[in-house]
């Protein structure tokens, strides 16, 4: 399915994070050089081992950030300009549910900023909104996450998969 033409929410900040969709670092040669060598490193193994598979970094990167354009608008989670994360959202259509996803780099695993992701996304995020998400049940640091962050869990729609779902009221 085609990505919607308009990003579901616009760049953001929070006390520690800057979130910006990543079309504009795509654009500049060497920004987005800088994202081809440093994805690498935050798409390890561990770091992508609970995601779907058509997530995982294949041999080529450039293929990797190709098709991501291609099917979901992503933002590149940066702390002190250095990328940290990566934020993934999906909407098939304008009124639609937002799918979302996130990743952060290992070494960055257990310091707040994926709670502090979320909470910056709920305020970027305008209404009425649904944001859905899916976690894998071997990761119960990310559900709990998503329940800090008011999400609540969903019947889950695959095994081995937890859902959750946050309204955003208008």
């Not at 990167?61 to 099917?71: F, H």
């Not at 995020?125 to 008011?150: F, I, Q, W």
Request: charged share 20%; aromatic share 8%; net charge neutral.
């Amino acid at each position: 399915m085609p990505k919607a033409a308009t990003p579901p929410v616009a760049d953001f900040r929070t006390p520690r994070l800057r979130v910006s969709h990543w079309a504009t670092t795509l654009a500049d040669a060497d920004a987005y050089a800088k994202v081809l060598q440093d994805l690498p490193a935050l798409l390890n193994k561990e770091v992508t081992r609970d995601l779907p598979p058509s997530l995982a970094l294949g041999e080529s990167i450039s293929d990797w950030v190709a098709a991501r354009a291609r099917e979901s608008d992503v933002y590149l989670v940066t702390t002190n300009d250095k990328m940290i994360g990566l934020l993934i959202l999906f909407r098939a259509a304008p009124d639609a549910a937002i799918h979302l996803g996130y990743l952060f780099a290992q070494n960055t695993w257990g310091q707040g900023y994926a709670t502090e992701l979320l909470r910056g996304l709920l305020a970027a995020t305008p209404p009425p909104a649904t944001l859905l998400a899916g976690v894998a049940t071997t990761n119960p640091a990310s559900a709990h996450v998503l329940r800090k962050a008011g999400f609540e869990q969903q019947p889950a729609q695959s095994e081995g998969m937890l859902a959750f779902a946050r309204v955003i009221a208008g």
